[in-house]
């Protein structure tokens, strides 16, 4: 699976990933989280399986907690990319300091909803990774980096 660190091609992993997570029943968890990593894991029964992994490398923020869980948003996306503005009013209220070479990105998870993006389930990174265990979904997200 390809490491996603570009606005295009994070924007069709996510709408991917919601088309392929929508309604299936799934709870995900913090599987670890570190600077470097958080690592979220989703599946519809954690006793016998994963379904997939996500990865958010090089991370600069979070307000997601090390222990986080939370239950699938059900009839609704599981995860939204945020607009440049809305990551740029993140920035500059929690005043998070960024590299200026440094391209980032925002992710909200549907916790409490995308429009609560400031209070829980955000994270501001470089890369976005996804591993469905299923191989066939995989195929799916092998797309041109460069556009």
């Known amino acids: 699976m390809p490491t996603f660190s570009n606005y295009t091609t994070i924007q069709k992993a996510v709408e991917l990933f919601n088309?392929?997570?929508?309604?299936?029943?799934?709870?995900?968890?913090?599987?670890?989280?570190?600077?470097?990593?958080?690592?979220?894991?989703?599946?519809?029964?954690?006793?016998?399986?994963?379904?997939?992994?996500?990865?958010?490398?090089?991370?600069?923020?979070?307000?997601i907690s090390p222990d986080a869980a939370w239950p699938d948003a059900w009839y609704a996306d599981q995860l939204f990319l945020l607009t440049e503005d809305e990551l740029e009013d993140i920035i500059q209220f929690r005043e998070i300091e960024i590299p200026e070479e440094k391209k980032v990105f925002g992710f909200v998870f549907n916790i409490i909803g995308k429009e609560n993006y400031f209070i829980n389930g955000t994270v501001i990174c470089s890369e976005f990774y996804i591993n469905w265990r299923h191989p066939n979904h995989n195929s799916a997200y092998i797309f041109d980096q460069n556009t």
Request: charged share 20%.
């Open 19 to 63: 088309k392929q997570a929508y309604n299936v029943g799934f709870d995900f968890k913090v599987y670890t989280i570190e600077p470097s990593c958080l690592y979220v894991q989703a599946s519809f029964d954690f006793s016998y399986y994963v379904n997939v992994d996500l990865e958010f490398r090089e991370v600069f923020y979070t307000n």
